[in-house]
């Protein structure tokens, strides 16, 4: 995946220690109820789009520019759908990242779905019905933006556990 270049420049002060990092996933649907997946290029994973914030970007514009650079589509905010905190992760180069992430809910304005840069090899619209095996992360984005009254926007918190003297 292409590593934006403000990570690039930490990441030659910080090397491979863990950062943490503001992170986008965007639950874009077309007016029919399908819903946009890329193919991943690295890990051939289908998923929902995503992606990190460029500085001082707002976490909707970027989940807009994502859906266009990734998929090229564009893509309209409707909501804010999940915000969590992810596990550590281990890049294919050893980078550490804690990421951050805003997942959106958008509906498809414009473009037609492809692939857009060297991040995806496949993109395509799915009824939900027929979804190819996707993160169970993105499955609980999807049910966000389906069903909004029913889901916190925040991911389930981990008990506290203190120290008792």
């Known amino acids: 995946m292409a590593v934006p270049e ?44 995503t992606g990190c914030l460029e500085p001082p970007e707002q976490p909707a514009t970027a989940v807009v ?10 893509a309209e905010v409707q909501s804010l759908l999940r915000v ?9 180069n050893s980078d550490q990242v804690y ?3 805003l997942a959106f809910g958008c509906r498809a304005v414009g473009g037609e779905p492809r692939v857009n840069d060297d991040e995806s090899i496949d993109v395509g619209w799915f009824e939900l019905d027929r979804l190819p095996d996707i993160p169970p992360r993105h499955l609980a984005c999807i049910t966000a933006a389906l069903h909004p009254a029913g ?12 120290e008792v003297d």
Do not use: Y
């Not at 992170?23 to 997946?37: E, K, M, Q, S, Y």
């Not at 520019?65 to 564009?74: F, I, K, S, T």
């Not at 969590?84 to 294919?92: G, I, R």
């Open 65 to 74: 520019r994502e859906v266009w650079e990734e998929a090229g589509v564009l």
């Open 99 to 101: 990421m951050l992430d």
């Open 84 to 92: 969590e905190s992810m596990d550590l992760m281990t890049c294919p």
């Open 151 to 162: 889901t916190s926007w925040f991911a389930p918190p981990v008990p506290l556990v203190a």
């Open 6 to 49: 403000f990570v690039t420049r930490i990441r030659s002060k910080l090397g491979h220690d863990p950062l943490p990092l503001p992170g986008v996933t965007a639950v874009v649907r077309h007016d029919d109820g399908r819903i946009l997946l890329v193919r991943r290029a690295d890990d051939l994973r289908w998923t929902l789009v």
